[in-house]
């Protein structure tokens, strides 16, 4: 059975960074592409945001342009695990995060396991 786990969400001022994690277990991660969405506060699920994705192939990222420069996301295949750092938070990054996998390897396909989320809340 697939899972994906979130974690290393919380509270941060503006301006603070957070370190998000997604342990994934029942698949071997190097073939799927990884994939960082978020859903704002009053958001419905088919509102989530894609923020950033990392191919498996190659590790190609991509970003959305209101956190390009802001985040990072990377990938450790040998502990099936994905990482998204966020740098130079503001408010409008308050959401729950969620990691999830696109079997295609691409980023450029439907992402077809999901976490359960982790929230960050950015405010003073």
């Known amino acids: 059975q697939v899972q994906l786990v979130e974690s290393g969400g919380g509270l941060v001022q503006p301006g603070g960074s957070l370190r998000l994690s997604c342990a994934v277990s029942?698949?071997?991660?190097?073939?799927?592409?990884i994939g960082w969405f978020r859903q704002a506060p009053g958001k419905e699920r088919k509102e989530r945001e894609r923020?950033?994705?990392?191919?498996?192939?190659?590790?190609?990222?991509y970003y959305a342009d209101s956190v390009k420069g802001r985040f990072t996301i990377s990938r450790d295949n040998a502990k099936n695990t994905a990482y998204l750092q966020l740098n130079s938070l503001k408010p409008e990054d308050t959401a729950v995060y969620y990691c999830?996998?696109?079997?295609?390897?691409?980023?450029?396909?439907?992402?077809?396991?999901w976490g359960q989320g982790t929230q960050v809340t950015v405010s003073s």
């Open positions: 999830a996998t696109d079997a295609s390897g691409s980023c450029q396909s439907d992402f077809s396991s």
């Open positions: 923020v950033s994705c990392i191919s498996s192939s190659d590790g190609r990222t």
């Open positions: 029942g698949l071997l991660l190097d073939i799927y592409a």
